[in-house]
């Protein structure tokens, strides 16, 4: 299998010749921890890194802070930006076609994660219906709790199919005489 994922981790050679960036120097700062880049031997992971770096480094180097070119700085940012969206987009496909060959090479291994992925999403699923239903019973409830103090015994309707036209009527006004 390690030999599957060439051209993505160091000391690994890329699939495809991608141009290489400016390791970093002195106008652009590194960060803590990061290993020194060596020319020629960069994989699609120091690529992005480098892009990555590129564009912060560019977001808050001395040059664009003091700089009062609007538009310099704008260019400057934004082939950055282009720059890591490019290797991000390589670094994305690298990972589709492992996932292709993957899927070619083992058919069943992709039949597992889907059902784990749909088995997991069926059980999201199930404790959001159970939280619902929780609130629902809740409502519910507080509902009938609420009702049941307004009402008191004389305020029930009579029973009866008309009970409801005969409780609205005896509230109307009486109807006036013809006179005849």
């Known amino acids: ?3 599957s994922i060439n051209g993505i981790f160091p000391g690994q050679q890329p699939p495809v010749a991608h141009p290489v960036g400016v390791p970093p120097g002195p106008a652009q700062p590194s960060f803590p921890g990061t290993v020194p880049r060596v020319q020629g031997s960069n994989t699609l992971v ?3 890194e480098a892009s990555f770096e ?5 977001l808050v180097s001395q040059d664009y802070v003091n700089g009062t070119d609007q538009e310099e700085i704008r260019t400057g940012v934004d082939q950055c930006i282009q720059k ?5 987009r390589q670094t994305e496909c690298f990972f589709l076609q492992k996932r292709l060959q993957l899927s070619v ?5 992709v039949l597992k994660e889907d059902v784990s992925d749909l088995r997991n999403e069926l059980q999201r ?4 219906v159970q939280k619902h239903l929780a609130k629902l ?3 519910q409830q507080v509902l009938e709790d609420v009702s ?4 008191k015994p004389t305020d029930l309707p009579p029973p009866g199919p008309l009970a409801f036209l005969e409780q609205a009527s005896a509230s109307l006004p009486p109807a006036p005489l013809k006179p005849s």
């Not at 590129?54 to 560019?58: M, P």
């Open 125 to 128: 699923k199930e404790l959001l």
């Open 105 to 109: 090479q083992k058919p069943e291994q």
């Open 137 to 139: 019973h809740h409502w």
């Open 148 to 151: 049941g103090q307004h009402r």
């Open 54 to 58: 590129a564009c912060f480094s560019s």
């Open 46 to 48: 120091d690529e992005l």
């Open 84 to 88: 890591f969206l490019d290797v991000a």
């Open 1 to 3: 299998m390690a030999s």
